[in-house]
């Protein structure tokens, strides 16, 4: 039992009830450790026996900074967690020791009270640190569609312009009936140039400019247009919530982020019944440094489009926010990876969970601190 006996009466259904909470823990892939104070290990469940390498039984008793060094940033998240009493999320953490090596790992801390107070830490590999890693390598991805964007707007787009002109110069000669003809090149060609202008936001190498955002703004921006446009037969929810501080951010660069999730998820859902909730609120404690270390930014601002659509096909899931992935026959699969470029120039990170009638996109992004509040 390792020092975990107390059964888990708040969940109240009986066959769960007489589960205890130790089982719980021990069946968790995810690692938990249970702290006396700030100082010793009271409990460790099997994912974290695997995870340092060492057993339950060793694990128990041992003080934390003989597990882990003392100057590693996991002992900062303890001290914080138990000093606010608020839980503490940091995604992206280098956990080293010199038994295991570096892990990139996502850590969340609990301040527990009861006999003495302690903390309960849960360590998971490769989920937003793994997405974290993905997204900086969007941007690796990202390049190399810079260089074909710069080829494709010399190659493709000077000659498109030809061929449009020529087919509106042939237009003003034809018969009405044959007149969809050119219209059909002039609007194919307009398609083409639009996904050459949208790749060439990938080679915009200028440094972003920032400043204080109002982001419910932006999402009433964002809605208005959705709904005169694409998303017209679809129902639209608010959540806001009204304190929410300024976005440290770029206006038209964040109107496109939302319009593209808006957009998908408006070609998401069904015909009939269509519903997109918007939703804003603050949740401290989540932190995220780059992969390399550097310093770590606090993400409190957290933005979510939900849709009661299909759902996201399993086979893209992996490859989400790369470039040029779609389910869509008429999709270029470059918005999520706009989206993700841009939430990662803001700092941010953009996550998703979806089945059937749930799919949501979460962007957290950094707050403007001290700043002025953005002009009207
Ligand atoms: N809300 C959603 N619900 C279900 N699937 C989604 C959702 N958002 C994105 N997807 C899936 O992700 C794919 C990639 O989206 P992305 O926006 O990058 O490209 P696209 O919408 O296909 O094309 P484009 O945005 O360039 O017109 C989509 O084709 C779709 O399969
Ligand atoms: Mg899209």
């Given at each position: 039992?390792?020092?975990?006996?107390?059964?888990?009466?708040?969940?109240?259904?009986?066959?769960?009830?007489?589960?205890?909470?130790?089982?719980?823990?021990?069946?968790?892939?995810?690692?938990?450790?249970?702290?006396?104070?700030?100082?010793?290990?009271?409990?460790?469940?099997?994912?974290?026996?695997?995870?340092?390498?060492?057993?339950?039984?060793?694990?128990?008793?041992?003080?934390?900074?003989?597990?882990?060094?003392?100057?590693?940033?996991?002992?900062?998240?303890?001290?914080?967690?138990?000093?606010?009493?608020?839980?503490?999320?940091?995604?992206?953490?280098?956990?080293?020791?010199?038994?295991?090596?570096?892990?990139?790992?996502?850590?969340?801390?609990?301040?527990?009270?009861?006999?003495?107070?302690?903390?309960?830490?849960?360590?998971?590999?490769?989920?937003?640190?793994?997405?974290?890693?993905r997204q900086?390598s969007h941007r690796g991805a990202a390049r190399s569609v810079t260089?074909m964007a710069?080829?494709?707007?010399?190659?493709?787009?000077?000659?498109?312009?030809?061929?449009?002109?020529?087919?509106?110069?042939?237009?003003?000669?034809?018969?009405?009936?044959?007149?969809?003809?050119?219209?059909?090149?002039?609007?194919?060609?307009?398609?083409?140039?639009g996904i050459v202008d949208r790749m060439e936001v990938f080679s915009d190498r200028?440094?972003l400019?920032?400043?204080?955002?109002?982001?419910?703004?932006?999402?009433?921006?964002v809605?208005?247009?959705?709904?005169?446009?694409?998303?017209?037969?679809?129902?639209?929810?608010?959540?806001?919530?009204?304190?929410?501080?300024?976005?440290?951010g770029n206006?038209d660069q964040l109107v496109q982020v939302f319009l593209n999730l808006v957009k998908n998820?408006?070609e998401?859902?069904?015909?009939?019944?269509?519903?997109?909730?918007?939703?804003?609120?603050?949740?401290?404690?989540?932190?995220?440094?780059?992969?390399?270390?550097?310093?770590?930014?606090?993400?409190?601002?957290?933005?979510?489009v939900?849709?009661?659509?299909?759902?996201?096909?399993?086979?893209?899931?992996?490859h989400l926010f790369d470039a040029f992935v779609t389910?869509k026959?008429?999709g270029s699969g470059l918005g999520l990876a706009l989206v993700a470029k841009i939430v990662g120039d803001h700092?941010g990170?953009i996550?998703f969970?979806?089945?059937?009638?749930?799919?949501?996109f979460?962007v957290?992004?950094?707050?403007?601190?001290?700043?002025?509040?953005?002009?009207?």
């Amino acid at each position: 039992m390792r020092g975990l006996t107390a059964p888990v009466a708040a969940i109240p259904h009986e066959a769960v009830a007489s589960i205890d909470a130790a089982q719980i823990l021990d069946a968790l892939p995810v690692a938990v450790l249970l702290t006396r104070d700030d100082r010793s290990i009271r409990y460790a469940n099997p994912a974290a026996e695997q995870l340092f390498s060492v057993s339950a039984a060793q694990l128990t008793g041992l003080e934390m900074t003989a597990l882990i060094p003392s100057d590693s940033p996991l002992h900062d998240v303890l001290a914080r967690a138990l000093a606010g009493g608020q839980p503490v999320s940091e995604y992206g953490l280098f956990l080293e020791t010199p038994r295991i090596g570096t892990h990139v790992v996502d850590v969340h801390v609990a301040a527990v009270s009861g006999q003495g107070q302690g903390a309960v830490i849960s360590i998971s590999e490769h989920s937003m640190a793994h997405r974290l890693d993905r997204q900086l390598s969007h941007r690796g991805a990202a390049r190399s569609v810079t260089a074909m964007a710069a080829m494709l707007a010399h190659e493709v787009k000077n000659p498109l312009s030809g061929i449009r002109g020529a087919a509106q110069l042939l237009e003003r000669g034809l018969r009405a009936e044959d007149r969809p003809l050119t219209r059909l090149i002039c609007e194919e060609t307009d398609r083409i140039c639009g996904i050459v202008d949208r790749m060439e936001v990938f080679s915009d190498r200028r440094v972003l400019e920032r400043g204080p955002v109002n982001i419910h703004k932006v999402l009433d921006h964002v809605r208005r247009l959705a709904f005169s446009g694409f998303a017209s037969q679809v129902r639209f929810f608010d959540r806001f919530d009204p304190s929410l501080p300024p976005v440290l951010g770029n206006r038209d660069q964040l109107v496109q982020v939302f319009l593209n999730l808006v957009k998908n998820a408006a070609e998401a859902v069904p015909e009939l019944g269509g519903e997109i909730v918007l939703s804003t609120s603050y949740q401290t404690g989540v932190r995220v440094g780059t992969l390399g270390g550097g310093s770590r930014t606090e993400l409190p601002l957290v933005i979510a489009v939900q849709d009661n659509g299909v759902g996201i096909a399993d086979d893209i899931r992996p490859h989400l926010f790369d470039a040029f992935v779609t389910s869509k026959t008429n999709g270029s699969g470059l918005g999520l990876a706009l989206v993700a470029k841009i939430v990662g120039d803001h700092g941010g990170v953009i996550e998703f969970e979806s089945q059937p009638r749930r799919t949501v996109f979460r962007v957290r992004l950094p707050i403007a601190a001290g700043m002025p509040a953005e002009e009207e």
